[in-house]
């Protein structure tokens, strides 16, 4: 049996998750990655996407949709700021186009006021992708 390392998952409306369990899998900005028991610590921004928990109380996998924030892994635990989050299971066609329509406005917004080669609306292109990407992932 895997040891288990303790899960939180807060976001500013309600405290989703607080679990002891067996592996973390992150929508890191920078990649997904998985926390186990005794990971190295770090600290990551999130990506809009899904994050997944396995080995809870009753083995059952739970997956959450995020749609930023951070990730804090240290020591026995896991910690998880998302600025929205809700359990997939309660994602619905027009919850996700909700998401994209205001990631889509926020885009178009700084797009208009862009000035320079790198700005606030390349950052916004992307997250604007991963949400469309998220919604695939999650209702296909």
Do not use: C
């Amino acid at each position: 049996m895997a040891q288990k390392l303790q899960f939180d998952l807060v976001s500013p409306e309600r405290r989703l998750a607080s679990l002891s369990v067996e592996a973390v899998q992150i929508p890191g900005a920078d990649g997904d990655l998985t926390a186990m028991y005794d990971h190295a610590p770090l600290i990551t921004t999130l990506r809009p996407g899904v994050l997944r928990v396995e080995g809870a109380e009753g083995g059952a996998e739970t997956a959450y949709f995020v749609t930023g924030g951070f990730a804090d892994v240290a020591g026995p635990g896991v910690t998880v700021l998302a600025e929205q989050a809700l359990p997939v299971s309660e994602i619905t066609l027009e919850v996700m186009d909700s998401f994209i329509a205001e990631a889509r406005a926020a885009h178009e917004k700084a797009r208009d006021a862009a000035d320079g080669p790198e700005t606030v609306a390349d950052g916004l292109a992307k997250l604007l992708s991963d949400m469309e990407a998220a919604k695939v992932q999650i209702l296909g």
